[in-house]
């Protein structure tokens, strides 16, 4: 079967094709240059960009696959969550789509289809299986049943891990967007002599997140210092690691425990934060400490893109589930709900 996917959440513009769960093409363009002057996503300059580029998405995404259009079995599009204006240029242009080649359109979560990212590879999780989603809109913890069967076991009360990485980026004077900035410097900090960062809520047993509490330490920190300009480039680093440190032990203790209470011996990751590689590492480190397996998806999945968005809607094609062409956007479909 060969799916068309379509997700236009946020700001990447993002079109592929699967045969089945082989990827044909994975075709991203993304506004990020356009907001960094900004210090984070503008929701109009977004939406624009996904107007001038959608076509030229699709038209990319056909030729590299080496299919015709005709040859489309199913569009399947990110229907929420994300800004309004970005989805609903992805959703017109799938219902328009859909009914001009008339084949069926199956609307998806993008916070769940960024799980469904680690069905592109040869080794998959077996259901049911943890999920942890960590991007700039979302923190959560699933317990995946199905395609069209998943329960929320936590999520944050507060910053997404991704939110928090950028507003401590922006702190720190590292520009935005934060994730990779940190990372980045974080590299060259002396893990001896880091900046340690408590994150409270670490240590008792509810399978929820916060991480507001850690950008404000971080904030206090470097206005005690007089500012990130006064600070040198080691003890900007320093401040760095402990921050994405302590994030990265919340999430691994937290997934980890998601697993035991659940009993599932598979996890799964996704979301923009699972392409940091020091989380990367340390939740393969636990994973084998607690005898439990990882899959975490390679960089280009880890980041917004339409072939997690075709697996997802192909899976609940096969299903029986199909949208109508009233599909708005606007039902931002909730992360959390039991099913779809
Ligand atoms: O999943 P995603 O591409 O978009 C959303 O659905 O939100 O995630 C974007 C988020 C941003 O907050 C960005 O700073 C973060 O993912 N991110 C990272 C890294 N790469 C992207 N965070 C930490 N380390 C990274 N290497
Ligand atoms: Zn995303």
Redesign the pocket.
């Known amino acids: 079967m060969i799916t068309l996917g379509i997700e236009t ?4 513009t993002a079109v592929a094709v699967l045969k089945d769960r082989q990827i044909l093409s994975n075709i991203v363009s993304s506004s990020m240059h356009l907001h960094s002057k900004y210090g984070g996503i503008v929701p109009e300059i977004a939406t624009r960009h996904h107007v001038e580029v959608i076509n030229y998405c699709l038209r990319e995404a056909i030729s590299q696959a080496g299919v015709k259009l005709n040859a489309i079995d199913l569009v399947s599009v990110t229907e929420g969550p ?1 800004l309004i204006g970005a989805i609903l240029i992805g959703v017109s242009f799938a219902k328009a789509l859909a009914y001009s080649l008339e084949v069926p359109l199956v609307g998806t979560n ?2 769940i289809a ?1 799980l469904w990212a680690n069905f592109l590879t040869p080794q998959k999780p077996r259901l049911p299986f943890v999920g942890l989603v ?5 923190t959560s913890l699933f317990l995946v049943n199905a395609a069209d069967r998943y329960s929320l076991l936590g999520q944050t009360q507060d910053d ?4 928090a ?2 507003k401590v ?1 922006k702190v720190l004077g590292l520009g ?5 900035a ?2 980045k410097i974080s590299k060259s900090a002396d893990l001896s002599k880091m900046v340690k960062f408590e994150i409270p809520s670490s240590k008792d047993n509810s399978l929820d997140f916060s991480f507001s509490g850690i950008k404000t330490a971080v904030l206090y920190y470097v206005k005690k210092s007089g500012g990130p300009e006064k600070l040198k480039k080691d003890r900007i680093a320093a401040i760095a690691a402990g921050f ?1 440190e302590a994030v990265c032990d919340a999430l691994v203790r937290k997934a980890i425990l998601a697993c035991r209470v659940s009993g599932s011996k598979d996890l799964a990751i ?4 699972s ?3 020091r ?1 990367r590492q340390k939740l393969s480190e636990a994973a084998v400490a607690n005898g439990i397996k990882i899959f975490i998806p390679p960089l280009k999945l ?3 893109n339409a072939a997690m968005t075709a697996m997802l809607g192909a899976l609940l094609f096969k299903k029986g589930i199909r949208s109508d062409l009233f599909i708005s956007g606007f039902s931002n479909m909730p992360a959390g709900r039991e099913g779809v």
Do not use: K, M, R, T
């Open positions: 959440s946020c700001d990447e994300g993008h916070v960024h960590v991007s700039g809109g979302h997404a891990a991704g939110e990485f950028d980026a935005y967007p934060g994730g990779p940190i990372e994405q996704g979301g923009g934060v392409a940091n590689s989380l880890c980041l917004d």
